[in-house]
């Protein structure tokens, strides 16, 4: 069971530990020293559940804000690395294909993840970075051969 947030039962400086973690971006440490509580204290504080609770919900808000942040910046990331695929230097070349692949392959994982109703039954197979790089190796290394017709 989880429990609810619950402001009424953390104290003053519960909640200002909190955020000057999360808020403040101070370490726990520091967070701590700034506000006067011992390891020990703290320790305790991380039996109370309602204290959990509110960690836990900070912990979720943040990640949610970082998702939101990555979502934003994602567009431009990939357009980048499009735009290197066709760099004159193959080694770059080579990177922003595999980072593309490693790409696609993490979102249809994710999207896997999250969804699990609406999960697609086909089998995705997945392919090392390194097993990825091989077969683009060999496929810049094969060079189009000339369809041409036999000479009878």
Not at 37 to 62: C, H, M, T
Request: proline letters at 5%; charged letters at 30%; a positive charge.
């Amino acid at each position: 069971m989880k429990t609810k947030r619950d402001y009424c039962r953390l104290g003053k400086r519960q909640l200002a530990v909190i955020t000057d973690i999360f808020e403040n971006t101070l370490t726990e440490a520091d967070a701590l020293a700034k506000n006067h509580v011992s390891k020990w204290l703290y320790k305790k504080w991380l039996d109370n559940p309602f204290f959990l609770a509110e960690l836990d919900a900070r912990f979720d808000e943040a990640l949610r804000r970082s998702k939101f942040l990555i979502a934003h910046c994602l567009p431009l990331a990939v357009q980048r690395l499009v735009q290197l695929i066709v760099s004159e230097k193959e080694e770059t070349a080579r990177k922003a294909c595999l980072d593309l692949i490693s790409l696609q392959l993490s979102n249809a994982g994710l999207q896997n993840s999250q969804n699990p109703q609406q999960q697609n039954k086909k089998f995705t197979p997945r392919i090392s970075p390194e097993k990825a790089s091989r077969m683009l190796a060999m496929l810049a290394e094969r060079e189009p051969k000339p369809n041409s017709l036999p000479n009878n």
